[in-house]
C-alpha cells in the first residue's frame, strides 16, 4: 500500500462518528441484508459505506477498479488469493482493479466498512 493510500484511510476514521441518514442507504438487490450509501467524491474517487447484517455473504466479484477499505464496527471475513482474514474495526485492505476477491462473510451485525474506489464498483447496480 503507498503513502498516497495510507493517507486517504485516515479520513475513514472521521467515518466512524459519521451520522449517517437511514434514507442514505439501498439495499444492494438480490443482497438482502446489505446496503450501500454513496457519499460522495474525495480526491477524484468515490467514497461509499457498507452496513450489513450477520451472515450476508458478499460474493466472489471482480472490480473494474481499485479500492482500499477500512472496517468501521463490526467484523467480517475477506478473502483474496486463497487467503482468509478476519477483519475487526480499524482493520484495513487493498486490492488492485481487475483482481478478484470474495467470497466476503460478515460475522457482526451492524458491520460498517468504508470503502474508496477509483471508478466504478462490480457492485454499481444501485
Known amino acids: ?14 467515518l466512524v462518528d459519521l451520522d449517517l441518514h437511514p434514507g442514505r442507504f439501498v439495499e444492494i438487490p438480490g443482497m438482502r441484508g446489505l446496503r450501500i450509501a454513496r457519499v460522495g467524491q474525495y480526491a477524484g474517487r468515490s467514497l461509499e459505506v457498507l452496513e450489513a447484517a450477520k451472515g450476508v455473504v458478499v460474493p466472489a466479484l471482480t472490480h473494474p477498479s481499485a479500492e482500499i477499505g477500512r ?6 471475513r475477506f478473502m483474496q488469493d486463497g487467503a482468509v482474514r478476519d477483519l475487526k474495526a480499524g482493520d ?6 481487475g483482481r478478484p476477491q470474495g467470497p466476503h ?22
Open 105 to 126: 462473510v460478515v460475522l457482526a451485525d451492524g458491520t460498517r466498512v468504508a470503502i474508496l474506489r477509483e471508478g466504478k464498483s462490480a457492485l454499481d447496480v444501485v
Open 92 to 97: 484495513t485492505w487493498a486490492v488492485a482493479a
Open 71 to 76: 472496517v468501521l464496527s463490526g467484523s467480517l
Open 1 to 14: 500500500m503507498t503513502s498516497s493510500q495510507l493517507a486517504d484511510l485516515h479520513l475513514s476514521s472521521a
